[in-house]
């Protein structure tokens, strides 16, 4: 059983008041914010040292030897063609990170191409986005350290796996598109430091022309936008080679942009096709001058439309693929079809159509799961794509156009055997009495389910829907006779934009309510106790946790915390936290903002004295994405005003947000989470 320390950690607490529209606020633990200060660094450094004291237990060699057995083997993603080339990812057991391959034919030996594991004997060097160029000569990569987000592009001769002399750096989330020529790329990057203030240093995105083998101060500007410094682009060039495209988004809000120029004319200014950022819009590829494009445009479940360019008004366009009952989640093409993958009650079916928009075939999947990583041209018949689900390993699909038929291109399975386990999806209703969906996995021979430890996951936000996808990282759980229990509330694109909406700004408290009404769905059904009850997040589903942890402690009986936003009156304030004002709003600038934020931000609303479950918050030295400072902050106030409570902080080194992580850090965490889970729910681990 966990019991909090004598004393936590000293954190000593200043007289920071800000003014929010005429309420004063206190930010005490401000210093915080600042990892290079003695104080903060020997604050982080006794921190880990008590979790170390409560997590380091001899279970926990158990365990991580476990999760090290489960994840030794092969795994591959699904291929990319350019040229005569295939390219896919290869993951070999316990390795750090994926191997980069290629092979002209698949029963020929893969060439290896790019091994980050060699970069780096940590495997802290990771590749975030590849993009072989049109004939498969050559590799452009974007390589980031440490897990920043900030990367560098590379690019590789495929044949030599020897690169070219010149790096290009200031990237992040930057796209790639190669010329047809293959002679360069156009790419988007921020300015070069000191050329702008340090706080505008992730604004002025701009796209530029790079030509292979030259250096990067030759690079050629070809679009900017000093007028609008929030603007991010995204430069593709259509199928057909006539078109540069660019998306422009504004932060991650789905509502966008999109301007193109003939490719030829390249002193010509860019068509602002689409510029009112009134929906979403995704261009799929073209047919000479008709483009098409996935929209919610009047459809919150999505369709496929196509604007003719020369006559681009609304009440022109076509309506290719109509808006069902399911969510349109992904759509592309290849061999002049449309692939599309539906999310039904948050799992895919994949249909393919005609570019006329006449369905041609429902592609039959094994089970309830998730469809990934399609991949395909306009002109070539074949179709590459991923399929798991929560019991059922990642399997590598090859759809052939001419014979419609589906075969299995890679598959490899754990040490574990899926038949003993099974998965349900059952429904629970919300306050406002809203059906949310819950997946539940567990052993077939626990049936039927009396209180037994539960892990509940969610994330409820930025379009992001939960389905079933296979992780080994479970499997211990499970064997030890816990039930996962994955919840899709709000917020989440699994029922289209009306859903993710409705769990946004003023009505963010709906994604709460929808996960504290999975819980007490289970508690009331008696499939678990609140003292089984664990409950997980990270990142935006940190947020989630903690706010249900404040909100309802008696629900729950323990809580993990993963490098979560947790200050949400200051989010805003550091690295790229203001692209997230789209789901979140702005507490400087909106009295009405500050009203709702202000209501539900955990770091404002830890009560003194309340005894709340025992908690594991974790976060990482290098996280530039969701800052540190919300996790120490929350951390310290928590144990400030509730001492009584068991609260723990893990900040871990050399590693960032989560992307790019090496294998090896991924196993220690979960291995910290399950012995933390272990004492908390004082289970019995065999």
């Known amino acids: 059983m966990l019991s909090p320390p004598e004393v936590y950690p000293s954190a000593h607490q200043l007289n920071v008041i800000d003014d929010y529209h005429g309420t004063p606020v206190a930010d005490p633990f401000r210093w915080l914010e600042d990892p290079a200060t003695e104080a903060s660094r020997e604050w982080t450094q006794a921190q880990n040292q008590l979790t170390r004291s409560v997590l380091d237990q001899p279970v926990r060699s158990v365990i991580l030897k476990r999760l090290q057995t489960l994840v030794d083997y092969e795994r591959a993603s699904a291929p990319v063609k350019r040229g005569n080339r295939y390219f896919f990812w290869q993951h070999h057991g316990l390795q750090n990170q994926p191997i980069l391959y290629w092979q002209k034919r698949f029963s020929e030996e893969p060439r290896p191409l790019l091994n980050p594991n060699t970069l780096s004997k940590q495997g ?51 796209g790639i598109a190669w010329h047809p020529d293959h002679s360069g790329f156009y790419y988007n990057r921020y300015p070069d430091p000191g050329t702008v203030n340090e706080a505008d240093q992730t604004y002025y995105n701009r796209v530029y022309w790079h030509s292979l083998g030259s250096d990067q101060s030759e690079d050629i500007l070809v679009y900017e936008r000093p007028d609008q410094k929030d603007f991010d682009f995204w430069p593709r060039i259509s199928p057909d080679g006539a078109y540069l ?175 003993a386990y099974t998965t349900r999806q059952v429904f629970c209703h919300s306050k406002d009495g809203t059906a ?75 994604v709460f309510d929808d996960f504290q009404a999975a819980a007490r769905y289970l508690i009331a059904e008696g499939i678990t106790r609140p003292d089984q009850l664990a409950i997980r997040g990270g990142s935006n589903g ?34 790229i936290g203001r692209y ?52 120490k902050k929350f951390a310290a106030t928590v144990q400030s005003l509730s001492p009584e409570s068991v609260t723990l902080l893990r900040v871990d080194t050399d590693a960032g947000h989560g992307a790019g992580k090496p294998l090896s850090k991924s196993l220690e965490e979960f291995a910290d989470i399950y012995t933390f889970l272990i004492q908390a729910l004082q289970l019995n681990w065999r």
């Open 124 to 174: 802290i060097v990771s590749i975030m986005n590849t993009e072989p160029s049109l004939d498969g000569k050559w590799l452009a990569y974007s390589q980031a350290q440490r897990g920043s987000d900030w990367q560098e592009i590379h690019i590789r001769n495929v044949e030599t796996r020897q690169n070219s002399e010149e790096v290009l750096q200031h990237t992040k989330f930057a």
């Open 245 to 419: 495209t660019l998306t422009v988004h504004l932060g991650t809000d789905r509502r966008n942009r999109f301007y193109y120029r003939p490719l030829a004319d390249t002193d010509g200014t860019f068509v602002h096709l689409l510029d009112t950022a009134d929906a979403h819009y995704r261009f799929l590829g073209n047919q000479g001058q008709r483009f098409y494009f996935y929209t919610d445009y009047q459809a919150p479940r999505g369709q496929v439309i196509a604007i003719d360019i020369t006559r681009p008004e609304p009440e022109h366009w076509e309506t290719i693929i109509p808006e069902t009952e399911d969510k349109l989640d992904q759509v592309m093409i290849a061999d002049h079809h449309f692939v599309c993958a539906y999310l039904h009650h948050a799992h895919h079916r994949l249909w393919i159509y005609e570019l006329s928009g006449r369905a041609v075939q429902e592609i039959s999947l094994p089970t309830l799961g998730t469809v990934s990583n399609l991949q395909g041209k306009m002109h070539d018949n074949e179709l590459f794509f991923s399929f798991s689900s929560f019991l059922f390993p990642a399997r590598v699909y090859l759809y052939a156009f001419k014979t419609r038929e589906l075969s299995v291109l890679s598959e490899n399975s754990p040490d574990f055997d899926p038949e």
């Open 436 to 510: 949310v969906p819950m997946f539940l996995v567990y052993r077939k021979d626990l049936e039927p389910l009396q209180e037994l430890p539960v892990m509940m996951y969610g994330y409820g936000g930025f379009r992001n829907a939960l389905t079933p996808n296979f992780s080994a990282t479970l499997i211990p759980w499970l064997e030890q006779g816990g039930i996962y229990c994955q919840v899709n509330t709000r917020g989440g694109s699994e029922y289209g934009t009306d859903w993710y909406r409705a769990g946004t700004l003023a009505q963010k408290q709906n």
């Open 542 to 575: 940190g947020l989630l946790v903690a706010a249900c942890m404040l909100q309802a402690p008696e629900l729950f009986g323990a809580v993990v915390c993963q490098v979560p936003v947790l200050d949400m009156l200051r989010y805003h304030r550091f690295t």
């Open 580 to 631: 997230w004002a789209s789901d979140y709003g702005n507490a400087e600038t909106d009295p009405e903002h500050f009203a709702f934020l202000k209501a539900y931000s955990p770091l404002h609303n830890v009560k003194s004295q309340q005894v709340y479950p025992p908690v594991l918050i974790t976060s990482a030295d290098h996280d530039d994405r969701v800052v540190p400072a919300h996790a």
